[in-house]
């Protein structure tokens, strides 16, 4: 049997950490994980489902009050948890709620610019 693993296989086993340590660091980088998701929307590169199930759900935004994150962005993304019911039940509307979303992420974005370059960078090593 041979010990190689398959460039597929390999690719599977990889492990990529993001991480925030304060509060504004954390809702900068969730919400521009948000951004990210909603133009792969806009472009139907995933789908809503795919979106609502892989980060606009309840447990970010429970982590979300937990941090008492800005109000902009527990709307946003308040307001992202819906996408995929609204893609199902008034899919003309999906681009619109997109819209909404993104203005209110890019809001939050502009309220917690931070001021310098200070802080560690999100992507780290895995454990």
Do not use: N
Not at 13 to 22: G, P
Request: negative net charge; charged residues 25%.
């Amino acid at each position: 049997m041979d010990d190689k693993l398959t460039s597929k296989e390999a690719y599977a086993e990889q492990i990529l950490w993001l991480r925030a340590k304060d509060g504004d660091e954390v809702q900068r980088l969730v919400a521009v994980a948000a951004l990210g998701m909603c133009r792969a929307l806009v472009a139907g590169a995933l789908s809503p489902a795919y979106a609502c199930h892989r980060l606009f759900g309840p447990a970010v935004l429970a982590r979300l009050d937990q941090l008492d994150a800005h109000p902009a962005l527990r709307h946003a993304i308040h307001m992202a948890t819906e996408l995929e019911d609204v893609a199902d039940l008034i899919p003309d509307k999906l681009a619109s709620a997109i819209a909404d979303v993104e203005a209110e992420l890019l809001k939050v974005l502009a309220d917690l610019a931070p001021s310098d370059l200070a802080g560690e960078k999100w992507l780290v090593r895995a454990p």
